[in-house]
């Protein structure tokens, strides 16, 4: 079992920057890739981005590319998201999600949630 925390959310004008994190409890944090996914009212559950058990190996979706970065500390058992040049389109709650094995980008194919954290961008 894999309990995970989001924190960081805010509201912030276009342009600015978050920093988003993810704090996971439970055994084994290091074996979990982790995702970070992103759902505005109205519309469906949205990838952002997903980091491998190392952190190594990191997988964006083309909207955030160059603008966000992920990264962990197993040693923290925490998971974060660097938001900067937001955009008022990035406005959304934002869920980190963990899964046993390899990254990937679908929502469908993590196992455990967090409650997730509000973003809000002004224009």
């Known amino acids: 079992q894999v309990q995970l925390v989001e924190s960081g959310g805010g509201l912030v004008q276009a342009g600015g920057s978050l920093r988003l994190s993810c704090a996971a409890s439970?055994?084994?944090?290091?074996?979990?890739?982790m995702g970070w996914f992103r759902q505005a009212p109205g519309k469906e559950r949205e990838f952002v981005a997903t980091?491998?058990?190392?952190?190594?190996?990191?997988v964006y979706a083309d909207s955030v590319k160059g603008r966000f970065t992920g990264s962990r500390d197993n040693a923290k058992n925490t998971v974060y998201l660097q938001m900067n040049s937001l955009k008022p389109e990035d406005t959304a709650v934002y869920h980190c999600?963990?899964?046993?094995?390899?990254?990937?980008?679908?929502?469908?194919?993590?196992?455990?949630w967090g409650q997730g954290t509000q973003v809000t961008v002004s224009s």
């Open positions: 980091i491998s058990w190392s952190g190594n190996f990191i």
């Open positions: 439970g055994r084994s944090f290091s074996a979990y890739a």
């Open positions: 999600a963990a899964r046993a094995g390899a990254t990937r980008t679908t929502s469908s194919e993590y196992e455990y």
